[in-house]
Every structure is written in structure tokens, then in C-alpha cells.
């Protein structure tokens, strides 16, 4: 499955109540808290002892990516462009590598 497969496959669930400024709104949103819940399920495991539950993060992550799905889509931009103009922006800031020196003294 290509990445703007998934958006189309993804926004059959989208609320389609919603304005493009609702739907940004909750996309953002929605990003915020899903983070939140990977995020949870990492610290549970660090720093309480908990086994690392693989399927529960996984199943945060595709949330996480639904969201940026719909972010693209209130954006009117297929999914692709989003990970494409990542790409560009790593390859310009890290043209070798990642590199901490790099990381430290980045200009913009």
C-alpha cells in the first residue's frame, strides 16, 4: 500500500460534519493526544517496569498516522508530498547523515 492509498483508504472515516478548519483543528489535536498514548506506553516501560506492549504501541502509531492523514487531507495535499518535503528538509539539514555536531550547531 502506497502512503496516499492510505490516506484515501484512511478518510473514509473522516467526519465529513466538519469544515476544513474543523478538520485541521482536530487533526492537530488529535496528533497531541495519540503522541501522548505512544508516549505513555514507552514511559511504562522505562520507568515502571512494564513489558514493552509492541501491539498497543503499534496501534498508537497507526492512529498517530491517521491523523497526519487527515491533517494532509484538510490541507488538500496527498500524504506523499508530506513525506516527500521531509525528506527534502533531512536530506538539506543532514546531506551525510545525522550527525550530533550537526545537530548542535544547525543553522536554519
Excluded at 9 to 36: F, H, P, Q, R, Y
Aim: hydrophobic share 40%; charged share 30%.
Amino acid at each position: 500500500m502506497t502512503v496516499n492509498e492510505y490516506q484515501k483508504l484512511a478518510m473514509v472515516t473522516l467526519n465529513n460534519d466538519l469544515d476544513k478548519k474543523e478538520i485541521l483543528t482536530n487533526a492537530v489535536m488529535g496528533l497531541c493526544g495519540e503522541s501522548g498514548e505512544a508516549c505513555d506506553i514507552v514511559k511504562k516501560h522505562l520507568f515502571h517496569g512494564h513489558e514493552l506492549d509492541r501491539t498497543a504501541l503499534i496501534k498508537e502509531l497507526g492512529d498517530v498516522a491517521w491523523y497526519i492523514a487527515e491533517a494532509a487531507e484538510a490541507l488538500d495535499i496527498p500524504l506523499e508530498e508530506v513525506f516527500e518535503k521531509n525528506i527534502e528538509k533531512l536530506r538539506k539539514r543532514y546531506p551525510e547523515g545525522f550527525s550530533s555536531e550537526k545537530s548542535i550547531n544547525r543553522t536554519e
